[in-house]
């Protein structure tokens, strides 16, 4: 009878340990921890253009790692004089 109990619950084990790993939280690999609107994991690279600033305003928050306020902000306004630049060396048309 013991070792039924032992079979049973060493089968319990197995079947959820796969189901953990499958339902990881953003953030939990090194990321910002930003989930976006397509469901997926948002890198730090990415935070800016997909999130925003603040990053809550278009993505879901999960495990929000230290910094990525900071890095939403930085990255936003790097995104702003990027864009400024594209605009500055638009050339018109009809001169």
């Given at each position: 009878?013991?070792?039924?109990?032992?079979s049973v619950?060493?089968?319990?084990?197995?079947?959820?340990?796969?189901?953990?790993?499958?339902?990881?939280?953003?953030?939990?690999?090194?990321?910002?921890?930003?989930?976006n609107?397509?469901?997926k994991c948002?890198?730090?690279?990415?935070l800016a253009?997909q999130?925003?600033?603040?990053?809550?305003?278009?993505?879901?928050?999960?495990?929000?790692a230290?910094g990525?306020?900071e890095?939403?902000?930085?990255?936003?306004?790097?995104?702003s004089?990027?864009?400024?630049?594209?605009?500055?060396?638009?050339?018109?048309?009809n001169?």
């Open positions: 009878m013991r070792r039924i109990g032992l619950s060493l089968f319990m084990v197995v079947q959820v340990l796969p189901a953990s790993s499958a339902f990881a939280a953003c953030g939990d690999n090194g990321g910002p921890g930003y989930r609107q397509a469901g948002v890198g730090w690279e990415a253009r999130c925003g600033n603040p990053p809550s305003s278009k993505c879901t928050a999960e495990r929000v230290e990525s306020q890095a939403a902000e930085k990255g936003s306004a790097l995104r004089l990027m864009d400024r630049s594209h605009e500055a060396k638009k050339v018109p048309a001169p």
